[in-house]
Structure formats: structure tokens, C-alpha cells
């Protein structure tokens, strides 16, 4: 499939918010103190930033952008739709959050209420974001149980990253550098190595998968096994275009160990700095270029997701 | 409304019979030329006169090259041509993916159309159709696809003959049929069972009402003939009848 830059931001930058934004949840949902409310919403806002830039990034796939508000009618069936409605809905749980760390004091009951319906808001949206693709027979590497769970693995480790950088920039009390600090250590021993490991079982499936052949494709089996001979168009068409891209295979192997390692190594690498050096400002720095690196691993594979995948309709133009 | 209608008893399609298709691709100019001026059009192209023309046709004819194995009954290699357009399935995830509800099944006679006013472009639909039936256009920035010529064959302004899709109308071997799969009784139907007619893909699940004849078995005089030599061989006079004798003895002088 072609690997189009408006969806690689979408689904990378709306992950990786939503990631951001379901730990805030959680933070607030953790009975532990959350230390100055600044950090957090800091974070309310960056998270903000990142899925509101992510979606409109979509509107650029769209052929007919102005008619975007149309797809959000059709909930019943289509993941697109329930998509584009759970991004709405957790908006105003946002503002919520916000409102609420604005004005303290605050009850603890009223902040982990809204805490769990923005941690459940972000899961739910980033959920529809993966069964769109995952909901798509024709694209075996995405119709398959690995999509959804890396979508999730992967929002929720360009959140940490995002989340540490964060909370280390305005740390102002102890509460929030420790905060900081239990973030990054679940990130870096628990949640990164997940998605990497995860993102390597799901390489490992897709190449197992064995193309549909072109006389299965036509049920030309039944007489012998066909391949072209001429093609029915002379010049390129959408469908060759689309579903055609043979670039990722050339550099699948370089990218893949690029993206495994740096989403693996990366949060590793900020809390050896953390126990060699301290806090301060050089891990504040450690942890921005984490943010860079894991960030941009993130679209890599998020391009080789789009670019190695195949559809179907290639069979008939073997 | 993209949630699927309940089945109707009528599916309208086509039987496409790949023994008799010659490749000469006279269906998909007739659909581009119908549909460019029809209810659904225009149907443009970039470049249409220049070095790369580019721009959507509802009809992709390929031709395949097939070669016998042991599990298929070809016996010899042939030329298959193979028609490909939208096959109107019973379950088509095209329209279910649809998030404006641009995409719908016909509740009457089971057309699956493409509403362009609602379309937003999203391509959503293009990849969940596992046959290729859609196409998106660059100028109209909306996705396009067969409409089974639906205002021609329920238009009343044609002659009875004419209301069938452009493409049957424009075949001269004639190859191609239009008419109810749903019903078994329909001269389509029929010809579907006489000749094993069969869907494509049917593992996707979409059930699509389209079919396809497979090629007859080949006449096989070639392995006999291959037999014959086709040199010059010498005349045994002796072995001739008496006027043809002395021909060739008049011719050999």
C-alpha cells in the first residue's frame, strides 16, 4: 500500500497523543500525589496539540476535505466513522481534566472519575484507529490479531517518552520528579520492550504470509496457473499506484532493526543517564532527544506498516 | 445508509464467459464511453490526449497466460482473457467501511452505487474491495465504480433491446450477460449452472453475485497433427489413383 504521508502523521501523532493523554488518566486515577498540577497540564495540552495536529493531518488523505463532518454519521458500521466520533468525544473530557487541575481544590473522587473516562476516551479512539485497517481482509498484513494490540503498544510508549520530557521540564516538587521518574522506569523496562517485541512477532507474521496467486485471484486454478501477459492498461492507474508500492521490501530489514532498536534502546539510554548523572538538566535534554528518536522510530515503522503491506489486487496484475 | 440492506430476492449482475472473451477491450471503451456522459459522470482524464493518460475506467481487461498443471485440466497452454469490474457482492465490506454513507446496496436489486454528493474521498472503500472495483478520481476527488449502467437499464427512454449495461450491449462475442442471479430460473442463472459458472475469491466471504464460465476443455487435434509432417514428402506413384497417376506423370516429364 502506498505509504501516504498524511496517514503516517495521523496515525502516529493521534497514537502518541492519545498515549499521552490515556497516562494522564491513569496518573490521575493512581492514588499516588500527582505533585503541581502544571506539569499535567502541560501535558493535557501537548496531548492536545498532537491528536488535534494528527487528525487534521487525515483531512489530507481526503479527496473532498470540506465534506469531512459527513463521516461521522455512519457509526453503525464503519471504524472510520467511530473513529472520527471517539476523537470528538474525548475533546470535552479533555477540556474537563483541564478545567478541573485549573481549579483545585479538587476532589480526588472527581479527578479519577475523569481520569478513567479520559484513559477510557483515548483506548476506545485509538482501538477505532487500528480496526480500520485491521478490519480490511484484503490487506492480509493488517487483517490479522498483531494490529490493534501495536497500535496500542506503540501510542503508549511515544506517550511515556512524551510524558517524561514533559514533567521533567517543569518539575517544581518531588512529587512530580518522582512521578517523572515511575513513568519512565515502566516505559523503559515494561511498556517499550513490549511494543518492540510485539512489532517483531508481527514482522515475523507477515513474512510468513504467502501471496494470493494470480490464478487463484481469477479461479483460473481450476485450469493451470496463470500469469500476465499483457496488462490491461499501458500507463499507471490508481490501483497500481495504491496498492502496488514495492519500495519497503527493498529496505524492510535496515528500517525494521532501526525502529526495533531505537524504540527499544532509547528510554533504556535516559535511565542509564538518570542513574549515572541525576536529574537536572542534561537528563531533561536526554529526555527530549528520547522524545525525537522514539518519535521518529515510531513513523518509521508506521511507514513500513502502510508500505509492506499488500493488497489483493496486486494477484491480478502479476 | 452504509449498514447493509436485508437481501434482496433480485441480484442483478453479470456472467462473464472467459471461453468466449477475445481481449479486444471494446467493454471497457463502451462503459468509459457511456459512463463519462451518463447519469454518474463525467468520467475525466489527465492528460487524455498526451504521453500519460491517467484516469479512471470501470473495467480493466487482463489477459493471463495458463499453463496445465497437474491439479488444474488444461491440457495444453492458453490464452485466457479476464474481464474485471465490480462483482455487486451480497456482503460487500466496501460499503459497510463507508463512513458518510456515500456507499450503499441497493435494497430493490442489490446495486452497490457510490452517492458522489456525500463522498468525501476517504479510499476507505478501494481497499476493502479485494477485486480492484474502485477507482478514485483525481478531478472529481470522489471514488468511482460500476454502476451496472443503472440508467440504462431502467431507463425508459431507450428501446426495451438497449436497457442492458453498455459493456453487454458493446460485445461482439458477446461474452458478456446482464440479468438476475437471484432468480434460478433467469436465462442467466441457467447459463451459469450449464457451464460451472463461478465467483471470484470466494474465501474473502464478500459472496459476490457476478460469475465467471471458465474456458471449455480445448479441442486437442493438435497432438495429432504435431504427428504429421508438414515437409515435402515424396509421392509414391504406385500408391496413387490412376488419373492422379498420370498427372504426376504428365507434371514430371
Known amino acids: 500500500m502506498r505509504p501516504s504521508f498524511s496517514i503516517i502523521c495521523f496515525t502516529t501523532l493521534s497514537g502518541t497523543g492519545y498515549g499521552l493523554l490515556f497516562l494522564i488518566g491513569i496518573v490521575l486515577v493512581s492514588a499516588s500525589p500527582i505533585g503541581s498540577p502544571n506539569s499535567l497540564l502541560i501535558a493535557l495540552c501537548v496531548g492536545f496539540v498532537l491528536t488535534s495536529v494528527g487528525l487534521l493531518a487525515s483531512l489530507a488523505h481526503l479527496g473532498r476535505p470540506s465534506r469531512a463532518w459527513r463521516a461521522f454519521s455512519q457509526w453503525r458500521s464503519s471504524w472510520l466513522s467511530r473513529e472520527g466520533i471517539a476523537s470528538l468525544v474525548t475533546v470535552p473530557v479533555m477540556a474537563a481534566v483541564g478545567f478541573a487541575l485549573c481549579n483545585p481544590p479538587h476532589g480526588r473522587f472527581t479527578l479519577r472519575a475523569l481520569g478513567l473516562l479520559l484513559a477510557a476516551c483515548c483506548m476506545v479512539t485509538v482501538t477505532c484507529t487500528a480496526r480500520i485497517y485491521s478490519s480490511l481482509p484484503p490487506i492480509r498484513a493488517w487483517h490479522n490479531r498483531f494490529t490493534l494490540p501495536g497500535y496500542l503498544l506503540l501510542g503508549l510508549t511515544g506517550g511515556a517518552v512524551w510524558f517524561c520530557a514533559i514533567v521533567a521540564s517543569n518539575a517544581a516538587d518531588a512529587d512530580s520528579v518522582s512521578l517523572a521518574y515511575s513513568i519512565l522506569l515502566a516505559n523503559a523496562l515494561v511498556i517499550a520492550p513490549a511494543s518492540a517485541l510485539f512489532k517483531r512477532t508481527y514482522w515475523r507474521h507477515i513474512d510468513a504470509l504467502t501471496p494470493i496467486t494470480t490464478a487463484v485471484a481469477t479461479g483460473l486454478d481450476r485450469l493451470g496457473d496463470a500469469s500476465s501477459f499483457e496488462q490491461p492498461h499501458t500507463e499507471e492507474n490508481y490501483l497500481t499506484r495504491e496498492m502496488g508500492f514495492a519500495l519497503a521490501r527493498k529496505h524492510s530489514v535496515s528500517l525494521r532493526a532501526l525502529a526495533f532498536w531505537t524504540v527499544l534502546a532509547a528510554p533504556l539510554f535516559s535511565v542509564a543517564v538518570a542513574l549515572m548523572f541525576g536529574g537536572g538538566l542534561l537528563l531533561t535534554c536526554v529526555l527530549w532527544l528520547v522524545v525525537f528518536a522514539s518519535t521518529a522510530a515510531i513513523l518509521v515503522e508506521r511507514w513500513l506498516f502502510f508500505a509492506e503491506a499488500t493488497h489483493s489486487v496486486k494477484s491480478y496484475y502479476n | ?253
Open chain 2, 1 to 253: 445508509m452504509t449498514m447493509l440492506p436485508t437481501p434482496s430476492a433480485k441480484k442483478l449482475g453479470l456472467v462473464i464467459d472467459l471461453d468466449t472473451c477475445v481481449g479486444c477491450h471494446a467493454c471497457a471503451v463502451a462503459c468509459k464511453e457511456w459512463n463519462d456522459g451518463g447519469q454518474f459522470g463525467p468520467l475525466p482524464d489527465s492528460d487524455p490526449y498526451g504521453a500519460q493518460p491517467d484516469g479512471v475506467w470501470f473495467n480493466r481487461v487482463h489477459s493471463y497466460n495458463v499453463l496445465p498443471t497437474s491439479a488444474g485440466s488444461a491440457t495444453s497452454a492458453m490464452t485466457v482473457h479476464f474481464p474485471r469490474s465490480c462483482l455487486h457482492c451480497e456482503t460487500p465490506a466496501c460499503v459497510t467501511v463507508c463512513p458518510t454513507g456515500a456507499s450503499y446496496k441497493r435494497a430493490d436489486d442489490g446495486i452497490v452505487l457510490v452517492d458522489e454528493d456525500k463522498c468525501i474521498g476517504c479510499q476507505l472503500c478501494a481497499w476493502a474491495c479485494p477485486y480492484g472495483a474502485r477507482e478514485i478520481s483525481e478531478q472529481r476527488g470522489t471514488m468511482q465504480k460500476c454502476t451496472l449502467c443503472v440508467d440504462r437499464i431502467y431507463n425508459e427512454t431507450l428501446d426495451p433491446a438497449d436497457r442492458q449495461p453498455a459493456c453487454v450491449m458493446a460485445c461482439p462475442t458477446r461474452a458478456r450477460h446482464f440479468g438476475d442471479l437471484g432468480d434460478p430460473n433467469s436465462d442467466i442463472s441457467k447459463l451459469v449452472d450449464e457451464r460451472d459458472g463461478y465467483a471470484l475469491m470466494p474465501e474473502f466471504g464478500y459472496q459476490p453475485v457476478n460469475r465467471y464460465l471458465p474456458p471449455r476443455a480445448r479441442r486437442d487435434g493438435n497432438s495429432s497433427a504435431a504427428s504429421k509432417t508438414l515437409t515435402d514428402t515424396a509421392i509414391d506413384p504406385q500408391k496413387l489413383p490412376p488419373i492422379l497417376r498420370w498427372i504426376d506423370r504428365a507434371l514430371s516429364r
